[in-house]
């Protein structure tokens, strides 16, 4: 596909910017459908102010968050209180911590086949 220079308006500061054909490949190539709504120097200083587009997950590492709200339960394993980030339902078990850990590494957690298999 051939594609031609095209002129374009900012849509921040208003100024008369072009889509260059190569850009437009670029865009293309990398599955953006899209134009560019805002001239190069606007796009930059988005970007590096960090607003929008993006994954959400380049944002400072969740600086600005809101603190998440913990539930207290009763550890399943040794009866201490657990810190958890969900309102426990009482129909599985809640762990501490301290007893949280061991379990996530012991592998014990569920899910897996009993003895070896062999896929051909």
Do not use: H, L
């Not at 709200?69 to 040794?78: D, I, K, P, R, V």
């Amino acid at each position: 596909m051939s594609y031609a220079d095209k002129p374009m308006t900012c849509r921040d500061c208003g100024q008369a910017f072009v889509f260059s054909s190569g850009e437009q490949e670029f865009f293309a190539q990398k599955g953006f459908t899209n134009e560019p709504s805002r001239c190069p120097e606007c796009r930059s200083a988005r970007k590096a102010s960090g607003g929008g587009g993006g994954s959400g997950y380049s944002s400072g590492g969740g600086y600005g968050r809101q603190e998440r709200e913990m539930f207290s339960a009763t550890c399943s394993t040794c009866g201490n209180e657990a810190r958890v980030p969900f309102q426990p339902r009482g129909d599985k078990p809640v762990y501490c911590s301290d007893c949280f850990i061991p379990r996530q590494n012991s592998g014990g957690g569920g899910g897996g086949y009993g003895g070896r298999r062999d896929y051909r």
